[in-house]
């Protein structure tokens, strides 16, 4: 039942996992051999003999690539859009795209949005003319680099397309001939203007060569314009070069769209009339008369192109739209009707044409001339302007036809969409679809009904000057050797993608020597042997120098765990893919080159062991050594496995206790003898701590033992780096901080009442220099006005030496026992002595305004006095505060102040309470309330040589991290100098980003090893306080906002009290002397904008909420305070005069309710604007809500049609809102183009300067453009 073209054949039937080979002359039945009857049944078709299988009988159909595959297998389904059945799914297989589609043509891979380049290269590829031409351009490698040359790139894509085997091909060459880097591929361009551009690209490649002329060959046409007086006759024309011809699917302001293209060809030449006030002035009557003005054809191209302009523009939704119409467009082309489209003739006007000047000229009725130059008609066109209208009519019909071979299709909207391209194949008159990879035949009625039709191409049907593609044995010499090198690539590929398919790739760690834990990834051939991966793992780790080879072995390894799983003793010539299973895409498992040193011999680990680390305690000294590596099995018993711990660290089994950490610090004592060690929890990795003594801390229970206080703290205990500020007095002396008087002992003592005594000397004296500062500092600021208890951060700073007599001692610490690693190096902290940015501990945070306004107090006096550190937000030295976890940002949170204060649960982050409620450590002075449960405290200085660190001290702390904020403050009172209430903690994250903590009963349970830690001085919020930030508001300055001094606000206070206590501080920090009967406000900063305008009697917490990191205005006044009741409405107004073209000052008008026609009467008031010609609207955008005095008049919404304030689209519900007025009698300035470039270049600078202008900008579109020279060039600071 073989046909005769599988003659050649070996039919294997696939049956998992067998493969029986058929043979062609078997007698056996198909049952006999197999198949099952009712089900589907797949046969592999593969080569005999070496021979490939080929057809005898069946037509080529006339396409190039003579070796085309074919397949046996289920026929696709009717009405598919894909030629292939791999590609009954989206995603397709690798396999299957590395096989040549059944239609013998190959796609092209869409690299991100390039399908409108895939379109127009396949088009390009199936025009015979334009690829044959490319054929016969030689690519000359010594005048330019093959990668940059485009000509020599589309010449590569072609061949590829024509003899490739392959599904789809890569199109990246041809783009980076283009110039394009991989952002290209990710815009999305017009398939037209590519076209354009493309065609430019390849004439300026193409000078001085026989291909210089080809696209105006095949592609340009030529067009007169024309302007013909209906009086006199006389015309004025212009002769134009088209490569394509644009059609109008829908006429402006028109609701229905051409039905065909013939329709839109007969537009497009259609003459309109000149009359009216558009008359013509003609040069023969001397005056305007009524014209005729159209376009004629004089030469049409050998290929020509239409593009149906589908994208246009609303102008009612100001948008960019995509038109759908259908439009029907024939198979051919008929172009006769369009080449003789004359006016009606009189005597007194006849058409005429002229070729007097080379583009352009005049003519009229008695200087007729026919001369038009034949060098004008191309061999591959038709000069239709050499003959007569009556000559034309007489043509035959087949001259003037065109033949459709092309339909690019955008299929989407005017944002973004998809190009696809049907294509006529001239060699056997089918129909493909090229939708990127995916090829397949489709009909001709599928095609010509498109309603999304962009591009179409026609070719003059000529049968003398029609070709067909060049054969594979007609190419020249050239392009033989360039398939050859081609083909070769090709196979190369293929070989490689066979070693990648036997390449086993997995996960290879190292503890090297050198450089500690190393991971890469081992990719080895399957085949390879044990003993020769072993040798690849040793080159990669690059342990040459460093360990031999000999002393190097790979073993099976979890790095999760962190677990030896087994070795592979006596398997060295075993084929890896053997020992792993075969290749893989992943492997549940990894590799480890595990290394020795020459003396010793490597343990064998077998299948079902456990490994363990061995962890040896010390109660004497109260250390845990580094731990030793055992393997157990879960069947051995408690007591085997003391026996096996005693063999490898030789303590005592009898005495020994065992202690298994089962999970993150959950410790379980082994005392059961006879228990193994799978029933008491063991798993693959494990660890375990020992202790092994004679003293009588085994007779106690386990969790009131000194073992397990050892254990316990030994897993809460966290290292933390914590940088002091510049002029804090603690000494930097190793010590140690110990338990406070007539607490338990946690360990010995030691040290010398002497040392004692210094280091206190040495706080107390440091603190009595800070106390001195701060009262020097309060009398200055007190001098001028009364200062209230709570002004200064400073004014209560007490010695933490007074409390040391009584309640602490300092001590010097034993020695480093017990510290497992020692302290590195910290990323970051190399570099200059003074840069905040390489310091990983320094972060200073500055708000916008404070960049451009620097204050004049030292370092020393903005830590102490103004605290200027956030709390409780991320702060960055470049950037303002980000949004905090609820997604709210920072400055959104207060709430309006015509909303009630008490309704709903506030939070309060940033106060020295926690959310549940419950008091803060500290009483009103600072004074802790309790004694803090004992937890484990040790710091030691943190030295370091890089100069970075000579003007910072910084400790290394080694704290329990159950202990809370209150107590680690405490703790470290005797190194910062100043009581726990007058210094603030920061916790350092990545980018020196800084995080105040604030709430004193909550545990450093969040912070873990190595993490940073800022000391900074200034008093710490007390319960129901809130720190403030202090802005200036000044409307009518360039820059209105400008940061003062950092402040706390307490619950219960008023308006008033709020204003008494800043007062000073505005004075010492800011130079601002202001009094509380001077005029001034505060009011709500929400971003840049003002809000609310706080009034005297309002009492923080019941009448204003206050949230975290909260921001006010602060705003001086010229005139009494007119707000006096919530009720009232205070707006911000500023005139526009259009006379003049300017803005006047802002002007606050004050409003009792929300209604329009107050707001006009106030405006008319303060302007002397008569009540009906005012108008008004309201600013865009953040105050001082800028915008440009050219675009004002038009852009905003002028005069609303509302009644009240508080409704859409104005929305006027709170202070600050920004209004403009004019009066309507006024008429805008009129500017000539000189004045007009002139005012736009001084608006763009003071715009640009300010910086408030908000506009919503969709993303530009990137022009389309091809590089000659290789690529643009790119400005090295632009990333």
């Not at 593969?46 to 299988?53: F, I, L």
């Not at 314009?225 to 088209?242: A, F, H, K, Q």
């Not at 040290?751 to 001195?772: D, F």
């Not at 034993?814 to 501990?841: C, Y």
Request: aromatic content about 10%.
């Amino acid at each position: 039942w073989f046909p005769g073209e599988f003659q050649n054949c070996l039919l294997l039937f696939l049956c998992f996992p067998l493969e029986a080979p058929l043979e062609h002359n078997s007698e056996m039945s198909l049952s006999d051999s197999g198949f099952e009857p009712g089900k589907k049944n797949f046969l592999q078709l593969t080569d005999k003999d070496g021979e490939q299988p080929r057809s005898g009988t069946a037509d080529s159909s006339g396409l190039d690539d003579s070796s085309q595959e074919r397949f046996i297998g289920p026929l696709q389904r009717d009405g598919s859009a894909c030629g292939s059945g791999d590609y009954s799914s989206p995603s397709y297989s690798y396999s299957s795209i590395l096989s040549k589609s059944d239609t013998g043509y190959v796609g092209l891979v869409n690299q991100a949005m390039t399908c409108y380049l895939n379109s127009l290269l396949q088009t390009l590829y199936m025009t015979p003319e334009f690829r044959n031409a490319l054929y016969n351009w030689e690519f000359e490698e010594s005048e330019e680099d093959p990668v940059t040359s485009i000509p020599y790139q589309l010449q590569r894509l072609f061949v590829l397309l024509q003899t490739s085997k392959k599904r789809a091909i890569e199109t990246t060459d041809v783009t980076r001939s283009f110039g394009w880097d991989s952002s290209e591929a990710w815009q999305q361009h017009d398939v037209q203007e590519l076209c354009r551009v493309m065609f430019d690209a390849l004439e300026q490649k193409w000078k001085q060569t026989e291909q210089a002329d080809l696209i105006n060959q095949l592609y340009q046409g030529k067009l007169k314009d024309y302007v013909r007086c209906l009086e006199c006759g006389y015309e004025s024309w212009r002769i134009d070069t088209y490569l394509d011809i644009p059609l109008v699917i829908r006429p402006f302001g028109a609701s229905q769209a051409y039905g065909s293209v013939e329709e839109a060809l007969q537009a497009f030449i259609q003459p309109e009339t000149l009359d009216g006030p558009n008359q013509y002035f003609c040069e023969r009557c001397k005056k305007k008369c009524d014209a005729r003005k159209g376009l004629r054809f004089l030469h049409l191209p050998y290929l020509l192109t239409l593009q149906l302009k589908r994208f246009d523009f609303d102008y009612t939704t100001m948008h960019r739209i995509k038109l759908n119409d259908r439009m029907v467009f024939p198979e051919e082309l008929d172009m006769s009707p369009f080449i003789d489209v004359e006016d009606e003739k009189s005597p007194q006007t006849e058409s005429c044409t002229d070729s007097g000047a080379e583009n352009e000229g005049s003519c009229h009725s008695d200087q007729m001339s026919n001369d038009f130059s034949t060098d004008d008609c191309v061999d591959e066109g038709i000069c239709l302007d050499s003959t007569s209208s009556t000559e034309r009519a007489l043509k035959p019909k087949s001259l003037l036809t065109f033949e459709l071979f092309s339909v690019m299709v955008h299929s989407g909207s005017a944002a973004g969409g998809h190009y696809y391209a049907y294509i006529k194949s001239f060699s056997d008159g089918q129909w493909y679809s090229f939708n990127d990879q995916h090829v397949s035949k489709v009909t001709e009625a599928i095609i010509l009904v498109s309603t999304n039709a962009y591009m179409l191409i026609y070719r003059l049907k000529d049968l003398s000057r029609n070709t067909k593609f060049l054969a594979v044995e007609d190419f020249p010499e050239h392009i033989k050797s360039l398939v050859q090198k081609e083909k070769e690539s090709e196979e190369q590929e293929k070989r490689q993608r066979e070693i990648e398919r036997n390449t086993c790739k997995i996960k290879l760690f190292c503890m090297h020597p050198v450089k500690m834990m190393v991971e890469s990834k081992l990719e080895v051939h399957k085949d390879r042997t044990l003993r020769e991966a072993t040798e690849m793992a040793y080159k990669l780790m690059e342990l040459e120098g460093a360990v031999s080879l000999d002393c190097c072995r790979l073993v099976k390894y979890d790095e999760f765990h962190e677990y030896l799983e087994r070795s592979y003793e006596g398997e060295e010539d075993t084929p890896m893919g053997l020992l792993l299973g075969g290749v893989k895409s992943s492997y549940m498992f990894d590799l480890l080159l595990e290394t020795r040193r020459p003396e010793q011999v490597f343990q064998p680990y077998k299948p079902g062991e456990v490994m363990v680390k061995v962890f040896i305690v010390d109660l004497k000294t109260e250390t845990i050594t580094p731990p030793v590596s055992v393997r157990a099995y879960l069947n051995q018993t408690v007591t085997e496995f003391k026996q096996l711990i005693a063999q490898a660290t030789g303590l005592s089994a009898e005495t020994m206790r065992v202690v298994l950490e089962r999970c993150y610090n959950d410790l379980r004592l082994l005392y059961v003898p006879n228990k193994t060690l799978k029933a008491e929890g063991f798993f693959r990795s494990n660890k375990v701590f020992v202790e092994s003594s004679e003293l009588a801390d085994h007779q106690v229970v386990f969790t009131d033992s000194l073992l397990w206080k050892l254990l316990d703290r030994h897993g809460n205990t966290i290292r933390l780096f914590v940088l002091l500020p510049e002029q804090s007095p603690g000494a930097l002396t190793n010590r140690t901080v110990c338990q406070k008087a007539g607490e338990d002992t946690d360990g010995p003592l030691e040290g010398s009442k002497g040392n004692r005594k210094s280091v206190e000397a040495i706080l107390e004296e440091s603190t009595e220099k800070l106390k001195n500062l701060s009262l020097q500092q309060q009398g200055s600021s007190t001098s001028d006005s009364q200062k209230s208890p709570d002004t200064s951060d400073f004014e209560h700073i007490e010695s933490p030496t007074q409390e040391a007599h009584s309640n602490s001692s300092l001590c010097v610490a034993a020695d480093n026992r017990g510290l497992e690693n020692r302290i590195r190096a910290t990323p970051g902290s190399s570099g200059g002595a003074s840069s905040d940015t390489e310091n990983p501990f320094v972060c200073e945070e500055r708000s916008d305004s404070e960049v451009n306004n620097d204050r004049s107090t030292s370092s020393v006096d903005s830590d102490i006095l103004s605290s200027s550190h956030s709390s409780d937000t991320l702060c960055n030295a470049d950037s303002g505060p980000i949004q905090l976890a609820n997604g709210l940002d920072s400055h959104s949170i207060t709430s309006s102040r015509r909303s009630k204060a008490h309704e709903g649960k506030k939070e309060t982050w940033d106060t020295a309470e926690e959310d549940s409620g419950t008091d803060s450590e500290y009483d009103d002075n600072g004074k802790s309330k309790a004694e803090a449960q004992y937890l484990y405290f040790r710091a030691e200085p943190f030295s370091q040589d890089e100069a970075s660190w000579e003007t910072q001290k910084c400790l290394v702390v080694h704290v329990d991290k159950r202990i809370t904020l209150a107590a680690f403050k405490q703790k470290l009172e005797p190194y910062v100098g100043v009581v726990s209430s007058q210094f603030k903690v920061f916790r350092v994250y990545a980018n020196n980003q800084e995080f105040e903590s604030v709430r004193l009963n909550e545990t450093l349970s969040s912070f873990s090893d190595d993490n940073k830690i800022t000391i900074r001085l200034g008093r710490a919020l007390k319960k129901g306080e809130y720190r403030v930030k202090v802005y200036q508001l000044m409307v009518n300055e360039p820059e209105p906002c400008k940061f003062l001094v950092d402040t706390v606000f307490a619950k219960g206070m008023t308006v008033r009290q709020s204003k008494e206590e800043l007062l000073p501080q505005l004075k010492e920090q800011c130079k601002l002397d202001l009094s509380v009967d001077r005029y001034f406000r505060l009011r709500k900063k929400t971003w840049k904008n003002p809000g609310t305008v706080f009034l005297d009697y309002h009492i923080y917490e019941e009448d204003i909420s206050i949230s975290s990191n909260w921001e006010v205005f602060l705003e001086v006044l010229n005139d009494p305070e007119k707000m006096k009741s919530m009720s009232q409405l205070a707006v911000l107004t500023r005139r526009w005069s259009p006379a003049t073209m300017k803005l006047g000052p802002f002007q606050e008008v004050i409003l009792e309710s929300s209604s329009v026609d107050e707001l006009k009467e106030k405006l008319s008031e303060v302007s002397e604007v008569p009540l009906e010609n005012v108008e008004f609207a309201k600013g865009r955008g953040t105050f001082p809500c800028d915008i440009s005095v050219l675009e004002i008049h038009q852009d905003l919404d002028w005069n609303p049609k509302v009644s009240t304030l508080n409704v859409w689209p104005l929305y006027i519900c709170d202070d600050g809102a920004v209004v403009f007025y004019r009066d309507s009698r006024e008429e805008p300035l009129e500017l000539s183009e000189d004045e007009r470039n002139e005012l736009m270049k001084k608006e763009s600078s003071r715009l640009l300067k300010t910086g408030h202008r908000v506009s919503y900008s969709p993303r530009k579109e990137k022009a389309l453009k091809i590089y000659l020279d290789g690529g643009p060039v790119r400005d090295p600071g632009q990333d």
